[in-house]
């Protein structure tokens, strides 16, 4: 803990807080981006300096704190519970700077630039928004674009993430949540699955089908989802085949191998062209919808600014609810 203004004279604290100052910031900076990068060279080349030049402000920001913050060897660098502790607590401080210094050079005139970092899961990241990216790069070249597909929900400030897209509406005020389109979670089966089989006339008949399973990044198997009597059930039916990818259960289901819940999203076309049928539909569930999510900031930097508005317009111009009787409020 650095002592206080509280703790000295005014006269030296000033000089304290001058010197902490100078020799501290250059440490942090050095500290924040090797924790980030995982390696001392590559926080160098991200901070445009020297290797040589980030391991001395290390060394003389654990000298000033008498800790040490990295543990090194040949082949990794990781931070110590130390190092984890003081990352924890000066994180949110540097972002905030870097943010106020990209949200100035955003008030700037010009067209939006600058690097985004977007969050999908895998099945709405490769099927929906992937497609979309090569336009959108088109009419605004000054942004680079990272796509991070995982389905587990992306933290905001540990993973860098600019915007996100989730499942649901988050209860978290420091987020804000555009709906971009329906969920609908929907049984679905082919045709000749159907012809061979029949369709389940209630929840307890999928124990009869041959029921294809999603495991979640968690491992855990994800359960169907159900409104029956007006009262939400979540049922586990027995797998006949299990995949960690939605793209494989949806194809499992194309192939006629058997049913599957899916997100509404995934199977809109093939429910078009009559390559799917649903199944169970007086027992769907509550939709859950699509959100595009970003953190709350007073000024929002133009290049989410313009993503959020251009994914939204584009998202829903695809009519990915239509077939199913939804629609989007503008």
């Given at each position: 803990?650095?002592?206080?203004?509280?703790?000295?004279?005014?006269?030296?604290?000033?000089?304290?807080?001058?010197?902490s100052f100078t020799a501290s910031y250059a440490g942090?900076?050095?500290?924040?981006?090797?924790?980030?990068?995982?390696?001392?060279?590559?926080?160098?080349?991200?901070?445009?300096?020297?290797?040589?030049?980030?391991?001395?402000?290390?060394?003389?920001?654990?000298?000033?704190?008498?800790?040490?913050?990295?543990?090194?060897?040949?082949?990794?660098?990781?931070?110590?519970?130390?190092?984890?502790?003081?990352?924890?607590?000066?994180?949110?401080?540097?972002?905030?700077?870097?943010?106020?210094?990209?949200?100035?050079?955003?008030?700037?005139?010009?067209?939006?630039?600058?690097?985004?970092?977007?969050?999908?899961?895998?099945?709405?990241?490769?099927?929906?928004?992937?497609?979309?990216?090569?336009?959108?790069?088109?009419?605004?070249?000054?942004?680079?674009?990272?796509?991070?597909?995982?389905?587990?929900?992306?933290?905001?400030?540990?993973?860098?993430?600019?915007?996100?897209?989730?499942?649901?509406?988050?209860?978290?005020?420091?987020?804000?949540?555009?709906r971009l389109l329906p969920m609908p979670m929907l049984?679905?089966?082919?045709?000749?699955?159907?012809?061979?089989?029949?369709?389940?006339?209630?929840?307890?008949?999928?124990?009869?089908?041959?029921?294809?399973?999603?495991?979640?990044?968690?491992?855990?198997?994800?359960?169907?989802?159900?409104?029956?009597?007006?009262?939400?059930?979540?049922?586990?039916?027995?797998?006949?085949?299990?995949?960690?990818?939605?793209?494989l259960v949806l194809q499992s289901v194309l192939d006629?191998?058997?049913?599957?819940?899916?997100?509404?999203?995934?199977?809109?076309?093939?429910?078009?062209?009559?390559?799917?049928?649903?199944?169970?539909?007086?027992?769907?569930?509550?939709?859950?919808?699509?959100?595009?999510?970003?953190?709350?900031?007073?000024?929002?930097?133009?290049?989410?600014?313009?993503?959020?508005?251009?994914?939204?317009?584009?998202?829903?111009?695809?009519?990915?609810?239509?077939?199913?009787?939804?629609?989007?409020?503008?």
């Open positions: 803990m650095f002592p206080t203004s509280h703790d000295k004279p005014p006269s030296i604290a000033a000089d304290y807080l001058a010197s942090v900076v050095a500290f924040i981006a090797v924790a980030a990068e995982g390696s001392f060279a590559r926080a160098a080349d991200r901070l445009g300096v020297g290797r040589s030049a980030i391991s001395r402000s290390i060394q003389k920001l654990e000298a000033q704190l008498n800790a040490r913050l990295f543990l090194r060897t040949t082949r990794s660098t990781t931070l110590t519970r130390e190092g984890e502790l003081f990352y924890e607590n000066c994180h949110p401080g540097v972002q905030r700077i870097v943010q106020a210094l990209e949200d100035m050079r955003d008030l700037r005139s010009g067209p939006p630039r600058g690097h985004l970092r977007i969050s999908a899961s895998m099945g709405f990241g490769r099927g929906v928004v992937a497609p979309l990216l090569a336009d959108f790069r088109a009419r605004y070249p000054g942004i680079s674009l990272d796509l991070l597909l995982d389905d587990r929900p992306a933290d905001f400030m540990r993973d860098r993430v600019d915007v996100a897209i989730r499942d649901g509406r988050l209860e978290d005020s420091q987020i804000v949540a555009r049984v679905c089966a082919s045709p000749a699955y159907v012809r061979r089989y029949g369709k389940p006339q209630g929840v307890e008949d999928l124990s009869t089908h041959a029921c294809i399973s999603f495991r979640s990044a968690s491992g855990r198997i994800v359960p169907w989802e159900f409104k029956v009597d007006s009262q939400n059930r979540r049922v586990s039916p027995p797998s006949a085949c299990t995949f960690n990818d939605t793209g006629g191998f058997g049913i599957a819940q899916l997100a509404g999203h995934q199977v809109t076309g093939h429910l078009r062209d009559g390559r799917l049928v649903t199944c169970l539909e007086p027992y769907a569930p509550d939709d859950r919808g699509h959100y595009l999510c970003y953190l709350s900031r007073r000024h929002l930097p133009a290049r989410i600014r313009v993503f959020v508005d251009y994914l939204t317009d584009a998202v829903r111009a695809l009519d990915l609810g239509h077939v199913l009787g939804m629609s989007v409020p503008a």
